[in-house]
């Protein structure tokens, strides 16, 4: 922590912070997601950008709390995001975030996950995003939720 800090009092500091059991993620981003929704009030059209992503932490043997990421010989955590921007392309801010471990599964799961319920599925992060979006962004804002292919959804879609 030294080396992201300036001194040996910021990185107590720094330390202190991290270890408050009343810091949550939740509660860091919460100022942030304020003020990206005041940012949105500002524009007609947003676009909600929804993607997830992979944080690799296989080189650190002694993290704990990981689990399998795209690549099966890998550790690591999974993100997910709803990004705001203008329709003009600005950035307004992140909207939510989502962090995970995935579950050690067997091969050959396939068929059973299908018949499984959306809201156990992993893919259902697509859907609480969508309805975080029409929850902090108000009506009067036009919301247009932008994903990848692995956002194609059909509860995601007929909403």
């Known amino acids: 922590m030294l080396q992201a800090s300036r001194d040996d009092a910021a990185a107590q500091g720094l330390d202190k912070f991290w270890s408050n059991r ?3 993620p939740a509660a860091i981003l919460s100022g942030h997601i304020d003020q990206t929704v005041e940012r949105c009030l ?4 947003v676009l909600t950008i929804q993607d997830t992503t992979e944080l690799d932490f296989s080189t650190h043997r002694s993290t704990r709390g990981l689990g399998p990421i ?3 010989s890998a550790m690591g955590l999974k993100v997910h995001l709803t990004l705001c921007s203008s329709d003009a392309g600005v950035p307004l801010g992140i909207l939510q975030e989502t962090v995970w471990a995935r579950e050690k599964t067997r091969r050959g799961a396939g068929y059973r996950d299908r018949q499984t ?14 309805e975080a979006s029409q929850q902090l962004i108000p009506e009067s804002v036009e919301v247009i939720t ?3 292919r692995e956002g194609d959804i059909y509860d995601l879609l007929v909403d």
């Not at 500002?42 to 059209?45: E, G, R, Y």
């Open 42 to 45: 500002k524009h007609s059209t």
């Open 22 to 24: 009343w810091m949550t």
């Open 70 to 72: 795209s690549d099966a």
């Open 117 to 130: 319920a959306i809201e156990e599925k992993e893919s259902y992060r697509w859907l609480e995003h969508q």
């Open 146 to 148: 932008i994903t990848d």
